[in-house]
């Protein structure tokens, strides 16, 4: 098969362990560039018609406008469908368990169907996801997307069936979420977008969706693949303790494993365009003696073999090697690998700001201004302004060095959702290139 793109990986750590050492961390970035010709995509526009969707009057009609934007984004060629989502999945467009195929002429009558929208019943957000999967089974893209909009509580079915229906619908296509005002729940959003490997984020005003939304299908028009693996092998008697993408945001793979015997496992990472990720990769390997070395691990981006739909993913896109060599070198051993340090304090950056917003809401104030305080002192250290701004909107921040805060008594519901939505978000550190740069001499210069 052709190769979708080029894909370069780069490894960054300390490789050096004490004696007895056994832990190796490593941050491995990979980036990919689009090649010449986009590869056939789908993707199928999940619009919330719930009663609440009335409220306040326009919403559905900013709704159906977003739809609109979205449509009008996509390049002809790309099959698509329109699915209404109550406490039911109905088929606006085109109706017939298919996918009609964008041109001026489909996306006109797409337009069209979305002026009959309504707004009546509750939600079911598994029922929307099972038939958009359905529909996506269709087509041989293989960019497969959807673009998923609500405005409530998904309470017209149980926890147990949206969970099995992410199930059903993982690795199958990928979800882009979106909550529009603030009666939604977080932890219900983001849940879906980690579980199908898309973003999540609130639209706090329904003016603001159609914006959202072209921006949404040209990033999804720019993906160059769609279904790319991170493949970790490891010796014999290693184990691989965590993966977790950490740029651009925090995302924990590690029990999404797919075992590739005999010593390997995949862990997906869904489409890929212009752009670049960083994983964290924590590996346990046998302790040995100073003056060894082993390979730790071996990380490819695979992508599957057409030809063989149902095995595993066969061709290999790029690879790096994670090293670990004993010594008994203090000064080695002690050096901590500047990306994975990096990356640690943007793991416990994200986790501060979800504690202390569950304390805050239990009424723990103490608690709350502890761990917000820490959130806002790690996001100072490492230049994470765009974080920086969402938790000044709920604690006065007194000595950002020090994370020296006091709680604010009165915060807007959209600002608390949007820092919980967004506290996933993570700055990417200063990578080797211009490191090294800096810290070596030209070869014109000797």
């Not at 309504?118 to 997307?145: C, D, K, Q, Y």
Request: one cysteine or more.
């Amino acid at each position: 098969m052709d190769r979708p793109g080029r894909f370069a990986v780069e490894v960054f750590q300390n490789e050096y362990l004490p004696a007895a050492g056994r832990e190796v961390n490593a941050v491995v970035t990979v980036t990919a560039a689009a090649g010449p010709a986009p590869p056939p995509a789908a993707v199928v526009l999940l619009l919330d018609t719930s009663g609440s969707m009335q409220y306040p009057p326009g919403k559905l009609w900013q709704a159906a406008r977003a739809a609109a934007a979205a449509i009008d984004t996509l390049r002809d060629g790309v099959e698509f469908a329109v699915v209404t989502g109550t406490h039911e999945a109905t088929e606006l467009f085109p109706g017939g368990g298919r996918l009609a195929v964008a041109d001026p002429a489909a996306r006109a009558a797409a337009k069209e169907a979305l002026r009959r929208l309504h707004a009546s019943g509750g939600t079911a957000i598994g029922t929307w996801l099972t038939l958009a999967e359905r529909l996506l089974r269709t087509t041989a893209a293989t960019v497969r997307h959807a673009l998923l909009l609500t405005d409530g509580r998904n309470e017209h079915e149980s926890p147990e069936a949206l969970r099995a229906a992410l199930d059903a619908c993982a690795g199958r296509f990928t979800c882009d979420a979106r909550g529009v005002g603030t009666d939604w729940e977080v932890a219900e959003l983001t849940g879906i977008a980690r579980a199908l490997l898309g973003t999540a984020d609130i639209v706090a005003g329904p003016e603001g969706l159609a914006d959202d939304f072209t921006a949404l299908m040209a990033t999804v028009m720019g993906k160059a693949v769609g279904d790319v693996w991170l493949r970790v092998w490891t010796p014999r008697d290693a184990v691989v303790r965590f993966v977790k993408q950490v740029a651009p945001s925090v995302v924990d793979l590690t029990e999404r494993r797919a075992e590739v015997p005999p010593r390997a496992g995949d862990y997906p990472t869904g489409a890929w365009g212009d752009e670049s990720r960083d994983y964290h990769l924590c590996v346990e390997v046998p302790a040995a003696g100073i003056g060894e070395e082993m390979l730790a691990a071996r990380v490819m981006l695979v992508v599957p073999d057409p030809a063989a739909p149902d095995g595993p993913p066969a061709v290999t896109l790029g690879q790096g090697l994670v090293r670990a060599v004993w010594t008994d070198d203090v000064t080695a051993v002690t050096a901590i690998s500047p990306q994975v340090a990096h990356y640690t304090g943007q793991e416990e950056l994200a986790g501060a700001i979800d504690e202390g917003l569950r304390l805050r809401r239990a009424g723990d104030g103490a608690g709350a201004t502890a761990r917000l305080g820490r959130a806002v002192r790690l996001a100072h250290a490492s230049g994470n302004v765009a974080t920086a701004k969402l938790l000044a909107t709920v604690v006065d921040v007194q000595d950002a060095a020090t994370g020296t805060v006091r709680l604010k008594t009165a915060v807007s519901q959209a600002d608390e959702m949007t820092l919980a939505t967004r506290s996933t978000r993570t700055v990417r550190v200063k990578q080797s290139h211009d490191a090294r740069e800096e810290a070596e001499p030209s070869s014109e210069a000797e």
